[in-house]
């Protein structure tokens, strides 16, 4: 097998264009896995991405996929694929730490079912990745593993919180990482590093072994540099898990792969509601000449009404649930007495916990009632069109110095209320396709364009609706790519 592909095969860092080169002959899952270490090691004591790498593990895991391809017989299209995981997933033989310094010598004695699919289709686990304290924020400054910065706008967050998987597939350390979203915890990381996120239909991928935020709302997600990443990383992942207590089996002939026709005809659904969030200019204009564009492409874009949805007291609400289930769940984070705060644990993050903890039982109850009728009017508004386009954020990557603006989650919230799919793409088109043969994966450069930081554009989809969304998601990247 030759260790890169010939001078006319150009493909970019993703898992399809690893898959289909290691397929060809022409890339060795070990050279590839080799570089990508080395440009760990040199880039990211800047980055801040990884907390843990498994050199080790993961060429074993390199060396047999290799052999496998050797002698034909892959397990599937992510066979030598290398994959970074959030540190509150478990990794066997890792620290499964949630980012919380308190339990940063606790390992994990299995997989999470997640990790465990990827592995069984031949995927190589190179790490854990950095990620806001407990999941709890959306900064991914982390006082126990570093300040974790955004690849593609220098000096500021990555978001959170799963901050550093936004980060390590933007610096291209792995064309695929695995986050999670509590209420956007994937797709903020993916629009602020200028990459792709995916949150699930609740229930479809196990939540097992994931540190719990808030056990409601969680849903493991993959961020990645192409459509096609997700939908085949998700379709691995998916499936019926009786210890996850949100879980639902798919409906027959689920598939998360695109497919059916792109943009022409479809029905966008644009809430009214989002008009009410205070948006940077930056974020109005690209969302704009998104509108635009949709409608070039034959979509058609409908004003629709989600009642009772506000988006910002509705993000008060989910706050505060999060915060009330973590409490509920990790007690021992807030001291032996409720009230002194461990060491290995934030203040500001144990008082998060405590105000959960001391929210009244009218208070709770008002809040999850809240939610649920969000949820329902979400997918009713959705009945009458094929999705709802909204940004992925209100503003674009911010200094970590800066002030954190309250409305980070103010429209991705809304599809974890309804327990929805949601995708998150660049607004603006993603970095020309990288040859692998003409150039080094440890030199692979910078995606960045500081003078325009990234803008995510979201679709949010029917339950169990990934691939239509995927399929949307295609069409808009496809024709970002084509020549002006």
Known sequence: MNATPSSADVTRLSATGLGKAYRAGTADPRVVLDALIDAIRARDGGIRAFIELDAEGARAAAAASAARFAD???????????????????????????GVGFWRNRIAAEDAPAVARL??????????????????????????????????????????????????VAAGFVPVALGTDTMGSVRIPAAYCGVMGLKPTTGLVSNAGVVPLAWSLDHIGPVARSVEDLALVTQVMAGFDP?????????????????????????????????????EPAVREAFARALDILRDLGAIIQPVSIPGWAPT?????????????????????????????????????????RYGRDASAARLAGAYRRIAEIGVATRAALAGVDALILPTAPQTAFAHD??????????????????????SVPVQPMAPAISVDDQTFANIANFANPAKPPVGLQF????????????????????????A
């Open 72 to 98: 034909g017989r892959p397990h599937g299209p992510l066979d030598g694929v290398p994959v970074g995981v959030k540190a509150n997933i478990a990794v066997r033989g890792l620290a499964w730490s949630a």
């Open 119 to 168: 592995r069984a289709a031949g995927a190589v686990i190179l790490g854990t990745l950095n990620m806001h304290e407990g999941a709890l924020g959306a900064t991914t400054d982390n006082p126990h593993f570093g300040r974790c910065n955004n690849p593609s706008v220098p000096g500021c967050t990555p978001g959170g919180s799963s901050g550093g998987s936004g980060a390590a």
């Open 243 to 279: 210890a996850d207590p949100v879980a639902e089996p798919a409906p027959a002939g689920w598939t998360a792969m695109p497919h059916g026709r792109g943009l022409a005809g479809a029905r966008l659904g644009l809430p009214r509601e989002i008009e009410g969030v205070p948006t």
């Open 313 to 353: 007291p509705a993000r008060r609400d989910g706050l505060l649930i999060s915060e009330a289930e973590a409490a509920e769940l990790h007690p021992e984070l807030m001291g032996p007495d409720g009230a002194t705060t461990p060491e290995g644990v934030s203040e500001s993050f144990a008082a998060a916990l």
């Open 402 to 423: 800066a002030k954190v603006p309250a409305a980070q989650a103010d429209f991705t919230a809304l599809a974890n209320f309804a327990k929805l799919p949601a995708v």
């Open 460 to 483: 949010i989809g029917p339950r169990f609706g990934e691939a239509a969304i995927l399929r949307m998601a295609a069409a808009w990247t496809s024709a970002l790519s084509q020549p």
